[in-house]
């Protein structure tokens, strides 16, 4: 079947490194993503993955890709306030014409 | 360049009422997908519209329906509201670029059904 698993809340220090996980169970996804979701707004692609790859860097943003396990993560360098917000991986399984199915988030709180 | 817009961006709507809500794709893009956001959870897939035709559809009932403009514009249509199709409706549009068919997002329509 096809499930996508966060853990729920991350709490960190500004300034910090943040490191948000993923579990997928679709071995054959193609491409793999993060969005970030801001109280009351919609969702803003931060990055992606393709299958292919183990690692990608944009900025303070990492992701690293471990096929073998299903699991994918975000390092978020040097944390922000700003950056505290509703996190969410997403596959498109190999099944659907880009139809993206969605973990249920992580909240990350950045305090001062 | 315009990215996703969506309208309206709040709705209130009595159970068994009809609702339609709008989309409009960013510029260069020709399929739009409709999900489902309901509170503390992650969007769900409702359908995907390409060439005016339904692609793909997720598993909800028929009381959701859909359709697609010429000019790639997309309208979502829910029938004999229940309470619990209350929830933040999301609009994605893409197009082949980099990263397959990545998926840009619209600000949502936020339905209350009373």
């Known amino acids: 079947g096809e499930d996508v698993e966060q853990s729920l809340f991350l709490s960190v220090r500004e300034g910090d490194s943040s490191v948000i996980n993923c579990t997928y169970t679709d071995s054959s996804s193609t491409y793999l993503y993060w969005y970030k979701q801001e109280p009351g707004a919609g969702l803003q692609l931060l990055t992606y993955?393709?299958?292919?790859?183990d690692m990608k860097q944009d900025q303070r943003l990492t992701v690293l890709l471990n096929k073998k396990d299903k699991h994918l993560s975000l390092r978020i360098a040097d944390t922000q306030t700003g950056d505290s917000a509703i996190y969410f991986c997403a596959e498109i399984p190999n099944s659907g014409y880009s139809t993206l199915t969605f973990g249920k988030g992580t909240m990350l709180l950045v305090s001062p | 360049d315009a990215g996703v817009t969506q309208s309206p961006t709040h709705l209130i709507k009595t159970r068994g009422q009809q609702v339609t809500l709008r989309c409009s794709p960013k510029?260069?893009?020709?399929?739009v997908s409709w999900y489902q956001q309901a509170l503390g959870q992650g969007p769900q897939f409702i359908f995907q519209y390409y060439e005016e035709e339904e692609r793909q559809r997720g598993n909800f009932p028929d009381r959701f329906s859909g359709h697609q403009f010429p000019n790639y514009s997309s309208e979502l249509n829910v029938n004999a509201l229940l309470l619990g199709d209350s929830a933040l409706y999301l609009c994605?549009?893409?197009?082949?670029?980099?990263?397959?068919?990545?998926?840009?997002f619209g600000p949502g329509t936020r339905l209350l059904v009373l």
């Open positions: 994605a549009s893409s197009g082949r670029i980099a990263g397959g068919e990545t998926q840009y």
């Open positions: 510029s260069g893009h020709d399929t």
């Open positions: 993955i393709f299958s292919n790859m």
